[in-house]
């Protein structure tokens, strides 16, 4: 109770007198009618208020009220910063005076003020973490757990913070009265009703986040100070940076930010936090933090190519692409699919690539098998040893010692409904279109065994998102990006390098084209060593900047 009202004065605190008249100079007054709209859901770059008579009420969904703003509060939430679509709508009560803060003042503010930069940006997560929690917002997703489908949307609807209500055809009788009212059948399931007025049936991914505004406007001449493509740790942290040092900066992310580090259910050796944090909610705070500097986002935009002209240009989609004078490249990994015959079937129906709270209720009570032997999979099992009856460790090699960290390995080793099972691995998977059911695998002396499981988690090992880059860029017979001194003097002939000096740290066989995190050749595969590499990345493109116009 007492987290509770911490987290709702976090959340709605009032300004003070002498807070308001430093921000007044930045605001214009505006005087408001009882029940005028001040803004309605989906309407973007809408101004904070600052309430100095009268009140705002703030509605979710379908009209419920989520908070009531009086004399000394102020609107808004992380939608400000972004630009984006808001989630809520906003009503005037009684006669209301409000001072109107457009956005970019109130990034200007932020800047400038600590003070007021602390209390709204704490305000804003707050906020925008009440609405995840209580649902509602414009999105009703009408799904169902049998369908892999389902799982992918609530995933990216989450990571991306954006609240919907979910209409569980399985559990609730009455959703098959919505589906008939809009003339769709259980086969168009999952189903997307996107701010009240587009229908969405079985959506990709980029249908949602273009309804959803998510996917950014490209303005094809713009030629920018850096493209960051990734939004890990390691591109968060250089879009933080290159933002935070004044360069224009846009980051294309083709699922949702915080890569796989964002799918862990708790990071427990990251510096500064010594009770660890879900990697949720560190990506959150990273994207809040970018976009409190101005850099801009794209998500669900995938990077088909990079056309190694000067300035760069990423090809996006057909006739889409932007342009910068240089690129970062933190693309990151994707987890290897082991060899397991209709693997694909059951994929978001039973076989799941992270662990967070939302696997977490599909298997709850259940048995589970964790395959991998990195510290992702030691993270998804301890995690979900708190939820599920018993959770086996499966691993090709004798041990863990090799490729997990010390204090995971002991936590697995305590934890009474763990097994490891070394050298060993699935052969193969039996179930329905609903769903897993059984699950068979090889020990290290050959023996097979088959078991009821309908919860797998792959965490295996992983392979770089590098293919968009095809020949433009030196690359290891792995495939992961060739930096600074790894590149010899023959790939750098090869490659046509025009300057005397060698390749900056980080930089690639292409001047200005940096690689950071999981996805160069060499790096050590942390999070807080992305995070680190893209913070020194930016300095150089710095340099490469400077170079440009010398």
């Given at each position: 109770m007492a987290e509770q009202i911490d987290d709702e004065r976090d959340a709605f605190p009032p300004l003070t007198a002498a807070q308001i008249e430093r921000l007044r100079p930045f605001t214009t007054p505006r005087d408001l009618r009882d029940g005028e709209i001040v803004w309605e859901a989906g309407d973007r770059n809408r101004p904070m208020y600052i309430v100095e008579r009268g009140e705002i009420?703030?509605?979710?969904?379908?009209?419920?009220?989520?908070?009531?703003?009086?004399?000394?509060?102020?609107?808004?939430?992380?939608?400000?910063?972004?630009?984006?679509?808001?989630?809520?709508?906003?009503?005037?009560?009684?006669?209301?005076?409000?001072?109107?803060?457009?956005?970019?003042?109130?990034?200007d503010v932020i800047q400038i003020d600590a003070e007021l930069s602390e209390i709204f940006l704490r305000?804003?997560?707050?906020?925008?973490?009440?609405?995840?929690?209580?649902?509602?917002?414009?999105?009703?997703?009408?799904?169902?757990?049998?369908?892999?489908?389902?799982?992918?949307?609530?995933?990216?609807?989450?990571?991306?913070?954006?609240?919907?209500?979910?209409?569980?055809?399985?559990?609730?009788?009455?959703?098959?009265?919505?589906?008939?009212?809009?003339?769709?059948?259980?086969?168009?399931?999952?189903?997307?009703?996107?701010?009240?007025?587009?229908?969405?049936?079985?959506?990709?991914?980029?249908?949602?986040?273009?309804?959803?505004?998510?996917?950014?406007?490209?303005?094809?001449?713009?030629?920018?100070?850096?493209?960051?493509?990734?939004?890990?740790?390691?591109?968060?942290?250089?879009?933080?940076?290159?933002?935070?040092?004044?360069?224009?900066?846009?980051?294309?992310?083709?699922?949702?930010?915080?890569?796989?580090?964002?799918?862990?259910?708790?990071?427990?050796?990251?510096?500064?936090?010594?009770?660890?944090?879900?990697?949720?909610?560190?990506?959150?705070?990273?994207?809040?933090?970018?976009?409190?500097?101005?850099?801009?986002?794209?998500?669900?935009?995938?990077?088909?190519?990079?056309?190694?002209?000067?300035?760069?240009?990423?090809?996006?989609?057909?006739?889409?692409?932007?342009?910068?004078?240089?690129?970062v490249i933190a693309s990151g990994v994707r987890y290897r699919k082991p060899d397991i015959p209709d693997l694909s079937r059951f994929e978001g129906v039973g076989v799941y690539y992270g662990a967070t709270q939302m696997e977490g209720n599909l298997c709850k009570g259940d048995d589970v098998i964790v395959v991998g032997g990195g510290n992702s999979a030691g993270q998804a099992a301890v995690f979900l040893s708190g939820l599920c009856r018993q959770v086996t460790v499966m691993v090709r090699k004798p041990g863990l010692q090799e490729s997990m960290s010390r204090y995971l390995i002991r936590r697995i080793e305590e934890t009474p409904n763990i097994t490891l099972r070394t050298k060993t691995q699935i052969v193969a998977m039996e179930g329905k279109p609903t769903g897993l059911e059984r699950v068979t695998w090889r020990d290290g002396d050959g023996t097979t065994t088959t078991s009821d499981i309908r919860h797998v988690f792959l965490m295996t090992g992983a392979d770089p998102n590098t293919a968009w880059l095809q020949s433009c860029i030196r690359m290891d017979d792995k495939g992961y990006v060739k930096t600074g001194s790894d590149l010899d003097t023959a790939a750098l002939t090869e490659a046509a390098w025009p300057f005397s000096r060698p390749p900056f740290l980080f930089e690639t066989s292409r001047p200005g084209v940096f690689a950071i995190g999981d996805v160069r050749a060499g790096s050590v595969k942390r999070v807080a060593a992305a995070v680190g590499e893209g913070s020194v990345c930016i300095q150089l493109v710095h340099k490469v900047l400077a170079e440009s116009l010398a």
């Open positions: 009420e703030i509605r979710s969904g379908d009209d419920h009220v989520v908070t009531v703003h009086t004399p000394g509060a102020f609107t808004g939430d992380v939608d400000l910063l972004s630009g984006r679509p808001v989630v809520v709508r906003a009503i005037a009560r009684g006669a209301t005076r409000a001072l109107e803060l457009p956005p970019a003042r109130l990034r305000a804003f997560l707050k906020r925008r973490a009440i609405l995840m929690a209580q649902g509602g917002g414009n999105i009703v997703l009408i799904g169902s757990r049998h369908c892999s489908g389902t799982l992918a949307l609530q995933e990216f609807l989450t990571r991306n913070r954006q609240p919907y209500t979910y209409l569980d055809v399985d559990v609730d009788a009455a959703v098959q009265d919505t589906l008939d009212r809009l003339g769709v059948t259980v086969d168009d399931i999952p189903v997307l009703i996107c701010r009240g007025t587009q229908v969405l049936k079985d959506p990709s991914i980029e249908q949602v986040a273009e309804c959803l505004g998510l996917d950014g406007r490209m303005n094809e001449l713009l030629v920018r100070d850096v493209v960051v493509i990734g939004a890990g740790p390691a591109g968060l942290s250089a879009a933080v940076y290159a933002a935070s040092e004044g360069l224009d900066v846009l980051v294309i992310e083709s699922r949702s930010p915080g890569g796989q580090a964002g799918s862990s259910s708790r990071i427990e050796n990251y510096l500064g936090f010594p009770v660890g944090i879900p990697g949720a909610e560190l990506a959150g705070n990273a994207f809040t933090q970018a976009e409190k500097f101005g850099a801009e986002f794209a998500v669900a935009r995938t990077a088909l190519r990079l056309d190694c002209g000067r300035p760069y240009r990423v090809e996006l989609g057909p006739g889409i692409g932007v342009q910068a004078r240089a690129i």
